[in-house]
């Protein structure tokens, strides 16, 4: 038995190392994509002028020295923090809803002793949901809700939000399924309704691990705002495509400023935040 | 003297085995029985046939005269049965208090429940179940930073709380030391007299359950082996209860 | 109300949790609730898209453009891999410092490469895309060093905090048979770590696919950029198709990464 598991891993790597080298082969041959027309004088003009414009060096009058630039990106900053603070909560709500039939403990009734028909049934279609949810990118979410909401913060929560509502469902549903169901299970024998069961024995089990796992979700969906911003998802990101596609660079570094800073303060936070309820 | 179980032909079958073969019985109420019997022989494959955790393959459980099938509402349930173990009840991450009141819940809606969670409702049931446990000092100590003997304690706690009628015990004091162990016993009998509760309760150790218990009924094979008073049981009959089968 | 019910220890994540949930609330106020949230004909446009869903345009045309958009997402993504694996290797290492013997300039190398990793790590793959293709152009060079680099530093970091992590008994027992810094490296620390590793990395293999589809954002090819034309022509039953493809290649690499996970962790 041993030996065919080393196979399949040690076959995987072997396809993986595969996968790669096809995948240059495919980038240099096919596409003929070539490594050193890349650093041709013509791109390294362009390139030096790309950051020499970043830095505003050149300019007359470079966006970080004005304070209404600043203050513009400080709202700018608050608005995608909001978006973040509201996508996270969006997606936990609708995460913590639907995740209780979507653990393999409560399908097949070995956590509440109650076995319903249709265990694996909502097993199936509550998992179902959460792939694709999760295998469609933020942005390509955002895209579609752009066309149906006008822009601004709320259509990029919502995208943010469907994207990571399956990631914290799995996450959510992986940490039910460690539970030990034994104390949920005597509570059921005390009299405990389905309610009362989730409060009193999952809950007190699961949170911790529920609230990491928001935490680091958050510091994730931080990063992301910037990229639902470019197809006009407010905040930061609809700024930084409207520089850009303005050639303001002086703006941009602005923004990538407050980006990181905004990306930084957010990481910090969800460390403090974690720490404090180990 | 009312009956409160009562058993007829029951038989647990599994696929590959039989745990229980056509057991009849009937307990009264407020006695104290004893299970014994060596491991395997189907003294919790039975406690959990009549806490209704596991359904019968043959045969009929009466409580107070009625099939235990039709008290599926497990809330009602809760007021007639109620089942300590060995360990592990309790949700370790609470503070005692609320796995205390847990006995309430089957009493308790969802609001007061939540609001519970914030402010213990019904406290006095919670005080009073401890200082007879003999707890009163770690109401709001976290659950499992107790020790296993005070966590059986406060199994015992809950129970007091839900007060049902009738008491299954699932190797209550396996874990424990002996003194640990008597302690517990003690209490556990003591209040099955004080509230006037039926008790089953299955031990390994022949001596607790003739100490404490009135009647001992001896599972063998999945079969009752003796079914006596405690004073009557012979130690030859424990030997031969307890002796392996001779592979001829 | 008893003095001890309201000692701290008991509460500190109910009260976290409030607090996260007032965060939200306060967040929900920034939003102007009104009907000018949604476009005029949003509605009607969501029904259209969503009537899309079960009818994916399957012609053979967009069934082959759909497949080697797929082969150019996934190809962008493994080469982008490749080189953060690279990079994750040696910043993981240095800024793991174990193979700097204690003293000043371990003090300072730590800092210097994890600090490196977190700037790496910080940037999303976008707007690295964006930095990328205003510098070079549209190359799928653009593409794969915008995946390189953020995914490089996520590698590296964990893969350093794995080394980190790791009990110092059997290290210390190479050291003690002789073994210099880079031998315990070799033969201690790197066995320790493979499975780990190996299985994260397969994880953020399936990311990275999800990157590199949406790289297509910035102008380069792949199932991302075909989604947007389609978008742009109002043909919903195209996006879907796309869609379909670029699910069922996460699905693929997601189902692979759990059977190698299962069977590394042993």
Redesign the interface.
């Known amino acids: 038995m041993k030996k065919y ?1 080393l196979s ?2 040690t076959a ?2 072997y396809a ?1 190392l595969l ?2 080298v ?3 082969v ?2 240099f041959i096919v ?1 003929k ?1 070539s ?1 050193t027309l ?1 650093f041709t004088e013509k ?1 390294l003009f ?2 030096s002028k ?2 020499k414009g970043l830095l505003g060096i050149d300019e007359e009058s470079p966006a970080y020295l004005h304070a209404e630039n600043w203050k513009n990106a400080l709202n700018l900053t ?2 995608t923090l ?2 973040s ?2 996508a ?2 969006f997606a936990t709500i609708a995460a913590f809803l639907t995740v209780v039939p979507a653990a393999r403990n409560v399908a097949d009734g070995s956590l509440t ?1 109650v076995k319903k028909w249709h265990g694996w049934l909502s097993f199936g279609m509550v998992r179902g949901g959460y ?2 949810s999760r ?3 933020e ?2 979410w955002a ?2 809700i752009i ?4 822009p ?3 259509p990029g ?1 919502i995208a943010l939000a469907l994207h990571n509502f399956g990631i914290l469902g799995k996450l959510f549903a992986e940490v039910i399924e460690d539970l ?1 169901s ?12 389905r ?2 069961l989730f ?3 999952v809950l ?2 699961a ?2 691990r529920f ?1 990491t796992y ?1 935490l680091y979700r958050w510091e994730v969906i931080m ?2 705002t ?2 639902v911003g ?1 197809v006009g998802a407010g905040g930061l990101g609809q700024q ?1 495509k409207l520089s ?1 596609s303005f050639f303001h660079y002086t703006d941009i570094t602005l923004l ?1 400023f407050f ?2 800073a905004l ?2 303060a957010a ?1 910090y936070i969800s460390e403090k ?1 974690r720490i ?2 180990k | 003297m009312q009956e409160a179980i009562s058993l007829k032909q029951i038989s647990k079958i599994y696929e590959r085995k039989i745990a229980l073969s056509s057991l009849s019985f009937t307990v009264n109420k407020g006695e104290l029985v004893a299970l014994i019997g060596p491991s395997g022989a189907g003294k919790t494959t039975l406690l959990n046939l009549l806490a209704a955790i596991l359904p019968p393959s043959q045969g009929e459980i009466l409580i107070d005269g009625h099939p235990l099938s039709e008290l599926m509402d497990h809330k009602k349930r809760a007021k007639k049965i109620g089942i300590i173990r060995q360990q592990y009840d309790l949700v370790g991450e609470l503070p005692v208090i609320h796995n205390v009141l847990a006995g309430r819940l089957s009493e308790w809606g969802l609001i007061k429940s939540l609001l519970s969670m914030l402010i213990p409702q019904d406290k006095e049931y919670a005080s009073q179940a401890l200082r007879r446990v003999g707890l009163t000092d770690k109401l709001y100590e976290k659950t499992s930073s107790l020790s296993g003997g005070e966590q059986q304690r406060v199994a015992l706690a809950r129970l007091l709380v839900q007060s049902p009628e009738i008491v299954l015990a699932d190797e209550p004091v396996a874990s424990l030391d002996p003194a640990r162990a008597e302690d517990v016993l003690d209490l556990l009998v003591k209040i099955a007299l004080e509230e006037k509760q039926t008790l089953i309760a299955s031990l390994h150790s022949v001596e607790y359950a003739r100490k404490y218990f009135d009647r001992l009924i001896a599972l063998k094979d999945g079969e009752i082996f003796f079914d006596l008073p405690a004073s009557s049981v012979t130690d030859d009959q424990i030997k031969s209860l307890y002796r392996l089968k001779e592979i001829s | 109300m008893d003095k001890r019910w309201l000692s701290f220890e008991l509460h500190k994540r109910k009260i976290l949790t409030l607090i996260l949930s007032l965060a939200f609330i306060m967040s929900l106020f920034s939003v102007e609730w009104n009907s000018e949230l949604i476009h005029s004909k949003g509605l009607e446009t969501a029904k259209q898209i969503a009537t899309a869903f079960f009818t994916p345009d399957l012609s053979g045309d967009i069934l082959i453009l759909a497949m080697e958009s797929s082969w150019t997402t996934l190809s962008y993504a493994a080469a982008g891999m490749s080189l953060a694996i690279i990079i994750a290797f040696f910043y993981g290492i240095l800024a793991s410092g174990i193979v700097v013997s204690e003293g000043n300039i371990k003090r300072y190398i730590r800092p210097f490469f994890r600090g490196q990793l977190g700037f790496m790590r910080a940037i999303h793959e976008l707007v690295w895309a964006w930095l990328f293709v205003a510098s070079i152009g549209l190359s799928p060079y653009a593409a794969i060093f915008a995946l390189a680099i953020p995914y490089g530093g996520i590698l590296g970091r964990i893969f350093a905090d794995m080394l980190e992590d790791i009990s110092p008994e059997p290290i210390k027992a190479l050291e003690a048979a002789g073994a210099s810094k880079l031998q315990a490296l070799w033969y201690g620390y790197l066995p320790l770590v493979r499975a780990n590793i190996t299985s994260y990395a397969m994880y953020r293999f399936e990311c990275a696919v999800r990157s590199s589809a949406i790289m297509s954002f910035v102008g380069i090819g792949g199932l991302g950029y075909q989604i947007q034309l389609s978008l742009d022509d109002l043909h919903y039953d195209e996006v879907w198709t796309f869609v379909y493809f670029l699910i069922a290649l996460v699905i693929v690499i997601d189902l692979w990464s759990n059977q190698l996970r299962k069977r590394l962790v042993q």
Not at chain 1, 147 to 150: E, V
Not at chain 1, 182 to 193: D, E, Q, T
């Open positions: 598991k399949f891993v995987s790597v993986l996968l790669m096809g995948s240059w495919s980038i596409e994509a490594l890349l791109n362009y390139a790309f950051f608050f608005e909001m978006m603070v509201m996270t909560g002793l792939i694709f295998a469609v990118p942005l390509v895209m579609i066309f149906i909401f006008k601004g913060v709320l929560a030990d034994r104390p949920v299970r005597n509570l059921s024998s005390s009299g405990a309704g309610f009362q409060l009193y024995g007190p089990a949170l911790p609230l928001i990063r992301t910037i990229v470019f930084f850009m990538l980006y990181l990306v930084f990481d935040a404090f309820i």
